[in-house]
């Protein structure tokens, strides 16, 4: 049987809020090593999705001059390999997450062969698709999961094919 994305996602879920600054999401982003979360309202439903390249876009939108180059916003939003707590205020202490989330999250069913997971991430050209039941966030699959599957072997069933 082949495998599926309840087989393969990520159940220790991170989340965020759409009112969140995002600041903490900064904050978050290092202290957990993630680069991106879903966003989700007071009753657990998937409102979109916010990752590393929307703090990103966000600093370099709060720039004076909107001519800053990658590597200073990266800075901005301390997506560097120092703390966070060492750097002086950003631009980011006054916009929220709603303000630059993805409101369209892609995502798939807990059923979903992992074939198809990893086609739903190459055409939205994205690096993590969210696992929804009824409504409800159950897990995340990234291209590092599916990684994985490939260093363990493809689907064992494969194995037994002449």
Known sequence: MARTAADVMQTHLITVGRSDPLESVKRLFYEEEIHG???????????GVITSMDLIRAAMDSSDDGGIDFGVAMEEVGLRWSDPEDSDSTPLDSVTVEDVMTGDAVSV???????QVARV????????VLVVDKDSLV????????????EQGDDADDSKKP
């Open 121 to 128: 991430l190459r055409e939205n050209r994205i690096h993590r």
């Open 109 to 115: 069913d807990p059923n979903t062969p992992i074939s």
């Open 37 to 47: 979360a879903p966003v989700v309202d007071d009753d657990g439903r998937v409102l």
């Open 139 to 150: 897990g995340i699959v990234s291209t590092f999961d599916l990684i994985q599957v490939l």
